[in-house]
């Protein structure tokens, strides 16, 4: 993927279900909302480098177990894990304190 590609913008990969990804690009800022929704073969487990998570960006991804979120900012609206019914935790760095807003 090119190193110019930043955002994965909403239903970036909706309905994917045969997409499997361990993890974000190094590029990626944003994660649309439901950016994600559907991928139940994805494994990513960090957000590396996202700053940026919108609405339900991993809808019903049952794959995911475990997420850390690293240098995050702002996550925007909810249930961005719903759906997500293998996953167990959901981790903030120290000093990745986000501001969520509902």
Known sequence: MSSNVTNFDRY?????SNLTMEELPDSI????????SGCSNITINSSKNVTSMS?????????ITAFTVKNICGMNGSSFFYGCSNLETVTFEQ???PDIYF
């Open 12 to 16: 970036a990969f909706y309905g994917c």
């Open 29 to 36: 800022t944003n994660l649309g909302t439901y950016a994600f």
């Open 55 to 63: 609405s339900s960006a991993f809808y019903n991804c049952t794959s």
């Open 95 to 97: 000093g990745s304190g």
